[in-house]
């Protein structure tokens, strides 16, 4: 079983940036789907962004779109969230997370958490203005 870890978080004036790294404990093989999530306490998990390495197919949150890049080096093992313009609503922890869905299955990954598995520990992002 995969392990993640993310790291990259910390406390920033809202419009400033952050990357978040999540570093896999095994090659991250190009047809897995990789993606980050976000929990505030008391709600629901929400899908930030999402990428199939094998055709370069990203899928972002309405939330973040225009204002996140998600991207993958296979030589470390490593996912990025590239979150720029930070808004104090984009305070959370995030995780990243691995769904390893049937071969030949192409295209965007779902943002829907249900999917993924392995979970990292998360990284705090706190967003103050």
């Known amino acids: 079983q995969v392990h993640l870890v993310e790291s990259g978080g910390g406390s920033v004036q809202a419009g400033e940036s952050l990357r978040l790294s999540c570093v896999a404990s095994?090659?991250?093989?190009?047809?897995?789907?990789m993606g980050w999530f976000r929990q505030v306490p008391g709600k629901e998990r929400e899908g930030v962004a999402t990428?199939?390495?094998?055709?370069?197919?990203?899928k972002y949150g309405d939330s973040v779109k225009g204002r996140v890049t998600i991207s993958q080096d296979n030589d470390k093992n490593t996912v990025y969230l590239q979150m720029n313009n930070l808004l104090l609503d984009d305070t959370a922890m995030y995780f990243c997370?691995?769904?390893?869905?049937?071969?030949?299955?192409?295209?965007?990954?779902?943002?829907?958490?249900?999917?993924?598995?392995?979970w990292g520990q998360g990284t705090q992002v706190t967003v103050s203005s």
């Open positions: 997370a691995v769904y390893i869905r049937p071969r030949g299955v192409v295209g965007a990954c779902p943002l829907a958490d249900a999917w993924y598995r392995s």
């Open positions: 095994q090659h991250i093989p190009s047809f897995w789907c």
């Open positions: 990428i199939f390495a094998d055709d370069g197919s990203t």
